[in-house]
Nanobody, 118 residues
Framework: QLQLVESGGGLVQPGGSLRLSCAASGRTLDHYAISWFRQAPGKERERVSC????????KYVDSVRGRFTISRDNAKNTVYLQMNSLKPEDTAVYYCAVGPGCYLINYWGKGTLVTVSS
């Protein structure tokens, strides 16, 4: 059974940066696509970014493109989301999710809270 644990969330001022990590255990991530989702209070969960199993394809929602960067380190069985130029509207619980493709999710983490506020 694959388990995912997110970390790196917290309180940051607008314009600041955070790096989220998603560490996997139980299985290796080598053959999985990995996505980051977020859910803000009162809103539906949305996909923020996805990286293919090979790491050579990345996708971003328009609202974060150019500010967020997804990456993976298969040796550490970990995926990252570097978030720069954060805005208050980025405030949400961020989840990592894993599956055979970006649109096929088999496993979810429990999330980490990101709050962007002055």
């Amino acid at each position: 059974q694959l388990q995912l644990v997110e970390s790196g969330g917290g309180l940051v001022q607008p314009g600041g940066s955070l790096r989220l990590s998603c560490a996997a255990s139980g299985r290796t991530l080598d053959h999985y696509a990995i996505s980051w989702f977020r859910q803000a209070p009162g809103k539906e969960r949305e996909r923020v970014s996805c990286i293919s199993s090979s790491g050579d394809v990345t996708k971003y929602v328009d609202s974060v493109r150019g500010r967020f960067t997804i990456s993976r380190d298969n040796a550490k069985n970990t995926v990252y989301l570097q978030m720069n130029s954060l805005k208050p509207e980025d405030t949400a619980v961020y989840y990592c999710a894993v599956g055979p493709g970006c649109y096929l999710i088999n496993y979810w983490g429990k999330g980490t809270l990101v709050t962007v506020s002055s």
